[in-house]
């Protein structure tokens, strides 16, 4: 049995504690609701909601067929369920995901459970609204908008070169999506934090790891908890973002390190209209947030996509082809740079294709900050909504949706249709990033290895982020270049 769910299990006798209050606020809620029209659905036991089959779904990796799927066909686009101990509104279509997406801040608000807010911290930028979200939101954009990741592709190239140097290279089989992961890490401490050191790498690796586990955990601080665990590491992690931040506060002040240079700089000097700059536990948070963001969804889009170019040798070609042509523009070791990312549209359309399959984040949930009105039903106050990419699925809004086909993407897309990034003003920061990171690897393998699936019929899991369950091993052979 999962993990999560043995937890929830084993917490059962102090649930039982917390469920008198609970019932109290079910039968106001119940006289509530009797008076108002909401969305069709099953809210499930107390507490435990539909969860359970909620995480059963997501073991399997079928949450969109078997739980979704399942509810829009006997409700329609928009129904309730519970999960995690919240009455949630789950919305379906492009219609409810505009809806959702462009209310933030009006009708809804990001929410996260209680455990990813501890352990992510407060002062991240998932938790600031308005302006204060605004104000941080541009200080992450003017680092990471296309024009400005110009100058990263060749450093970045020399990343993954080194990278398959030192962890493909010579070996008959190797595991990609603890690679991916390991590569996706190392790429964004070299950007947004200026530092390269391999062993410190994995070490805060292994730490992010283990504040992972605890994010949708049960919030119960117990010496067995995965959360009591994951908040060790969290402390851990800020030891050693707190010295980097004293070195650069010092750099800074004495002129070796520019208020530009990087993601990292930018927090530390980031002004409010008053002259207040951010306290160091912001700037820790927010580097966390985006190491998390920034690792844990292009490594996964990147193995996956590894997988399907194994399963669709016509895709694979197509992609070879384009990337030898790159390699025939340019001199013996001259480094990519960034008209050859504007020449990888296959290559990016094939990522697209993976995300709309397998998308690494399958939606997120906000909070309801007023009671509201959407398709003739009400949408309590304090109750949780759910944006999802169940449209990658729907047969009206992709032809043959099961099927790999990368060619889809040569046509325009309609809005809210494909949404792997999700979109309105908490729309993915990192998206110009990801295209780099997932086109800019491609290259270096498929101009320098052939590989095949050890296991084609592996699986894939939620732990709490869908995970190919062995890791995807792959046989390598390498190319004569
Ligand atoms: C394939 C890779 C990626 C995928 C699929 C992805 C997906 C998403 C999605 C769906 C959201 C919206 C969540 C919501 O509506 O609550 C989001 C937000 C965000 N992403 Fe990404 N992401 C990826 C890579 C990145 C990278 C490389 C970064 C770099 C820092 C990043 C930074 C962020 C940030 C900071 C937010 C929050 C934006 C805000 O609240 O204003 N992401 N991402």
Known sequence: MDNTVVE????????????????????????????INLPPGNLGLPIIGETLEFYRAQKRNRVFEDFFGNRIQKYGSVFKTGLMGSPTVVFTGAAGNRFLLHHEFKLVMSSWPECTVNLIGKGSIMEKHGAEHKRLRGAVMACLRADVLQSFVGKL????????????????????????????????????LGFEGEDEIKYLLNLFEKVLLGVFAFPIDLPWSRYRRARWARCKID?????????????????????????????????DEDGNTLRDKEVMDNVVLFMFAA????????AMM????????????QILAEHKQILKSKEPGEK??????????YTWRAAQETMRLLPPIFGSFRKAIVDFEYEGYTIPKGWKVLWTASTHYDADCFQEPQKFKPSRFEDS???????PFGGGVRMCAGLELAKLQITVFIHHLVTQYDWSLVDPSEGITMDPLPTPTKGMPVRLTKKNT
């Open 157 to 192: 190239s020399s990343v993954i070169e080194d990278h398959f140097e030192r962890h493909w290279k010579g070996n008959d089989v190797v595991l990609v999506y603890p690679l991916t992961k390991l590569l996706t890490f190392t790429s964004v401490c070299s950007l947004f």
């Open 413 to 419: 897309i309609p809005p809210y249709v494909f949404v």
């Open 306 to 317: 590894c997988k399907f170019l194994r399963e669709h040798n016509d895709c694979y070609e």
């Open 8 to 35: 929830w299990i084993s917490y059962s006798s102090i649930l039982i504690a917390i469920l008198t209050t609970i019932i109290i606020s079910i039968l106001s809620f119940k006289s509530k609701s009797g008076r």
């Open 239 to 271: 030891e050693f973002l707190l010295t980097l931040i004293k070195r650069r506060r010092r750099d800074l002040a004495e002129g070796r390190a520019s208020a530009e240079q990087d993601l990292f700089s930018r927090l530390l000097t980031l002004n």
């Open 336 to 345: 990519l740079n960034w008209e050859d990312v504007k020449n990888m549209t």
């Open 295 to 302: 690792h844990d969804t292009s490594s996964y889009a990147i």
